[in-house]
């Protein structure tokens, strides 16, 4: 139902939501005072100052107008393409991440996924990552698929560790939410929008605290990372130098009362660093596995028998020709690939993301491809 002005109640928590600053902590104390997101933009900046004693520039006239100009803009926008809003007093809100005081007071999301389910994981790590951490992603998120059945693995769609994950949680039937630095209007990095397909597809979640609207800053990368850690019960770091945003998000978790694991990696190996200090001060523990990692979360898992694939998966006419040329040369680049096919790049990725999906093919470092 939209007011006299033509503002929705959507419209007045989308531009509530996106003053500067704002997070469930400080729109709780807000909303105690002056009653309603509503109530907030009709009252003069005078009176509003007067209220809250407060000095921000978003109790000013002209900055909450604007404000509300561009949330309309984005109530258009989410409506138009399917986007899902939970604001924080929504009950399809995320129960973990309103356990975070700075969590956003409103998050956009395109998928399906449930964020409630008994066992979300998020797997963060290097950009750099090596043949081995893309090895340890898929090996522990395979042997966790196998012994919880509602398993959640969450991670940034980002180079590295990150898409390792989300690539190890597609190939295993694993829901994977992706946690974006910027608007839904955009994936970034753009390489890797056939794998966000894949896991809005495939029963996992593209979420973000940004509206389309808002600029792409440096800020948005290591802010993302408090939801990585707030909507997981723990956070894994497979790889990760001395510093990093893996770190970042290690150390969140940890404000946020989750566990945190790293993954041991050899002595003076400039990507190991990070997890065996993480180790070393006892801000992780140590695993080796999925038993490692149940054993410290206390999960009981089920045993389940591996999913028996058909002996001839029905395939379309271009996956059979990337299979019969991956087949014919053993292990093959991307850029051969494209050639030797005669496809462009960007097409391609889509149809090897689904057949990787399908555990026909195995992606390997440095964009190579070799049957399963």
């Given amino acids: 139902m939209s007011s006299d002005n033509g503002y929705t109640p959507l419209t007045y928590r989308i531009a509530f939501a996106s003053l500067q600053g704002m997070g469930i902590d400080l729109a709780r104390k807000l909303l105690d005072v002056v009653g309603s997101e509503e109530q907030f933009f009709a009252m003069s900046e005078k009176d509003l100052r007067a209220l809250t004693r407060g000095r921000s520039k978003i109790y000013g006239d002209v900055y909450r107008r604007e404000c509300l100009l561009r949330a309309v803009q984005e109530e258009v926008f989410v409506r138009e393409h399917g986007i899902a809003v939970s604001y924080f007093t929504d009950s399809s809100y995320p129960h973990r991440l309103l356990e975070a005081p700075d969590a956003p007071a409103m998050i956009y999301s395109l998928g399906k996924c449930n964020l409630e389910s008994a066992h979300v994981i998020s797997v963060v790590g290097t950009r750099h990552a090596t043949q081995y951490g893309i090895r340890c992603c898929d090996t522990l998120i395979g042997e966790l698929a196998q012994r919880l059945p509602d398993l959640v693995v969450v991670s940034g769609l980002a180079y590295g560790i990150d898409i390792a994950a989300h690539r190890a949680a597609l190939k295993h039937g694993v829901p994977t939410v992706a946690v974006l630095p910027r608007g839904l209007n955009r994936i970034y990095p753009a390489s890797h929008r056939p794998d966000a397909i894949a896991i809005a597809k495939h029963g996992g979640m593209l979420l973000t605290d940004y509206t389309s609207q808002d600029a792409v800053q440096k800020s948005n990368f290591l802010a993302r990372n408090r939801i990585v850690a707030a909507l997981s019960d723990c956070t894994v770091v497979v790889e990760s130098a001395g510093s990093g945003g893996a770190l970042v998000t290690a150390s969140l978790a940890m404000s946020y009362n989750r566990d945190v694991m790293a993954v041991p990696g050899r002595c003076g190996d400039e990507y190991s660093a990070?997890?065996?200090?993480?180790?070393?001060?006892?801000?992780?523990?140590?695993?080796?596995?999925?038993?490692?990692?149940?054993?410290?979360?206390?999960?009981?898992?089920?045993?389940?028998?591996?999913?028996?694939?058909?002996?001839?998966?029905?395939?379309?006419?271009?996956?059979?020709?990337?299979?019969?040329?991956?087949?014919?040369?053993?292990?093959?680049?991307?850029?051969?690939?494209?050639?030797?096919?005669?496809?462009?790049?960007?097409?391609?990725?889509?149809?090897?993301?689904?057949l990787d999906c399908k555990k026909i093919i195995t992606t390997l470092p440095g964009c190579r491809y070799s049957m399963t």
Wanted: net charge negative; charged share 20%; aromatic share 4%.
């Fill in 274 to 354: 990070g997890c065996n200090k993480l180790i070393a001060t006892n801000k992780a523990a140590l695993i080796t596995g999925a038993e490692d990692l149940m054993a410290a979360m206390r999960w009981e898992g089920i045993s389940t028998a591996p999913q028996q694939l058909g002996f001839f998966p029905e395939l379309t006419r271009e996956e059979q020709a990337v299979v019969d040329a991956i087949r014919d040369h053993g292990e093959i680049h991307l850029n051969t690939l494209a050639d030797v096919l005669h496809v462009p790049v960007y097409k391609l990725m889509s149809t090897l993301v689904e």
